[in-house]
């Protein structure tokens, strides 16, 4: 009975059924048979596209309101759910635009976004984000937190905790061969006299350039771990070549932060794979999937335990052609996964809208 309920949700709206991702493999790659239309016509489950605009999407501490930026470098804005009404956060204040915003516990929000832009916009993402606070509200200023991240956060869902990694040296010398790190670290958010900062910073692991790059996605099992992904590029990301750079390669790390032990969760090899939103009991997580990061990807859903942990493809973007369906994350009571559609040939994180579907049966 379970599975034939499966089978049905997954089908509604002209959709594929979840498929193990090894099932799927012709000479190590995902087959990816053309088919004509586009899959924002072929949702899973009650698929539906929130919004016409806006990438990376984030859930509210009560599921009711869904965070997101509405372009790279842009303003960030709030989808209500239940009134299917959208607003600008960030009008109100000066900024440099934005990457990232993302909800903490007691409802106020984190922002990433430069003051000023650097010489490319890639240039700009990898050596002059900044970390902003902003009041629950989105009626006051942000205020600089004092950190440069290296991509993405980690902000846990029951406290005012997050982690971040930083890269050293943050800007690459002009002349001569370097080989920096990433690392990964850890604080606590706490207001004083009306003002944001971060407090028991803690350094967890570090990992040489040569080796990868890290970047924090969730926490689990408590707040005690995270997810990452760590990137494999073929050179260093400096300043002046950040816009021509080349990935090799992305898979799932876990980081113990009390203990700095770096684990992999096991993909199949020559895939890219980068982690994404984690489901509420940290048994699952889903991850950005497919065969390049520039061919196009899909969701996936991948299982936190086992040394052949089962990998689900949930959503068929890359079969239309050039698609990219991106940036899953997890609503709190785990029923509900919002994403954003995009093109493969654009900038990592540039979204076209933010889509729902339906969480499949687990």
């Known amino acids: 009975m379970v599975a034939v309920i499966a089978v049905a949700f ?78 600008n956060l960030t009008s109100h204040t000066p900024n440099g635009g ?14 990433l976004g430069p003051r000023k832009m650097g010489i490319s916009s890639m240039a700009t993402r990898f050596t002059a984000i900044e ?35 930083v890269r050293e040296p943050r800007l ?38 040569s080796k990868c790059y890290l970047e924090p996605q969730d926490f689990y099992d408590n ?24 990935m090799l390669e992305s898979k799932v790390w876990t980081v113990d932060l009390a203990n700095g032990a770096l684990n992999i969760i096991p993909t199949p090899p020559g895939l890219y794979a980068e982690v994404e939103g984690i489901f509420p009991d940290g048994k699952q997580t889903l991850v950005e999937c497919g065969n390049g990061e520039k061919s196009g990807l899909d969701v996936c859903m991948l299982d936190m335990t086992g040394t052949k942990p089962r990998y689900t493809r949930l959503t068929y973007a890359t079969t239309y052609g050039g698609y990219r369906f991106s940036n899953p994350v997890v609503s709190p009571d785990g029923k509900k996964i919002a994403f954003q559609a995009g093109r493969a040939a654009t900038e990592p994180g540039v979204g076209d809208g933010i889509l729902m ?3 499949p049966a687990r």
């Not at 698929?47 to 009711?64: A, H």
């Not at 915003?101 to 409802?107: E, L, N, P, Q, T």
């Not at 690392?183 to 009306?194: D, F, K, L, Q, T």
Request: proline letters at 7%; aromatic letters at 10%; glycine letters at 8%.
């Open 10 to 87: 997954a089908l509604a709206a002209g959709a594929q059924p979840p498929r193990a991702v090894q099932d799927m493999l012709v000479n190590g790659k995902i087959e990816l048979p053309e088919q004509a239309g586009s899959p924002i016509d072929h949702l899973p489950a009650n698929g539906k596209v929130l919004t016409s605009f806006g990438e990376r999407p984030q859930f509210s501490p009560d599921g009711t309101r869904i965070a997101f930026i509405g372009k790279s470098y842009g303003d960030a804005f709030e989808y209500d759910l239940h009134t299917g009404k959208t607003r």
């Open 98 to 111: 934005f990457l990232r915003i993302h909800y903490m516990a007691d409802g106020s929000y984190l922002l």
């Open 131 to 165: 970390l902003w606070h902003m009041d629950k509200d989105a009626t006051g200023p942000i205020k600089p937190l004092g950190q440069f991240p290296f991509e993405g956060i980690a902000v846990s869902a029951k406290t005012n905790k997050i982690a971040w990694v």
């Open 172 to 209: 690459t010398p002009k002349t001569g061969p370097v080989d920096g790190y990433t690392a990964m670290m850890s604080g606590n958010v706490v207001i004083e006299n009306g003002t944001p900062k971060l407090v028991n910073i803690k350094e967890s692991a570090r990992t040489k350039w």
């Open 223 to 246: 707040d005690s771990k995270v997810t990452a992904s760590c990137y494999v590029f073929e050179k260093p990301l400096s300043e002046v070549d950040a816009a021509n750079y080349r």
């Open 357 to 359: 579907i339906d969480a």
